[in-house]
Nanobody, 115 residues
Framework: QVQLVESGGGLVQPGGSLRLSCAAS????????MTWYRQAPGKERVLVAAITSSGGNTNYADSVKGRFTISRDNAKNTVYLQMNSLKPEDTAVYYC????????WGQGTQVTVSS
């Protein structure tokens, strides 16, 4: 079955960095475009970044453009989100998702940006 397991979250000070990972299984990862979403307390889940199946094209929400980088390793069935220059407003639970199988979600990983 489809599984998405996010990891790498934690508590970080403003201006710090984190690298999130999402290990995927149960589908053909190498032909699947992937996304990262986040959900802040009391708010809706929103799209943060997307990457095509080859990794050749990426897109970002305006709020993270220039600070976050999405990437993938098709040999490891893993998608990453490098987050730099973190701000308190980046605090949220982060989830990865499969564009063509969007009903599947992992448990998410908590990112807290606070001094």
């Amino acid at each position: 079955q489809v599984q998405l397991v996010e990891s790498g979250g934690g508590l970080v000070q403003p201006g710090g960095s984190l690298r999130l990972s999402c290990a995927a299984s149960g589908f053909t990862f190498s032909t699947s475009a992937m996304t990262w979403y986040r959900q802040a307390p009391g708010k809706e889940r929103v799209l943060v970044a997307a990457i095509t199946s080859s990794g050749g094209n990426t897109n970002y929400a305006d709020s993270v453009k220039g600070r976050f980088t999405i990437s993938r390793d098709n040999a490891k069935n893993t998608v990453y989100l490098q987050m730099n220059s973190l701000k308190p407003e980046d605090t949220a639970v982060y989830y990865c998702n499969i564009i063509r199988l969007s009903q599947y979600w992992g448990q998410g990983t908590q990112v807290t940006v606070s001094s």
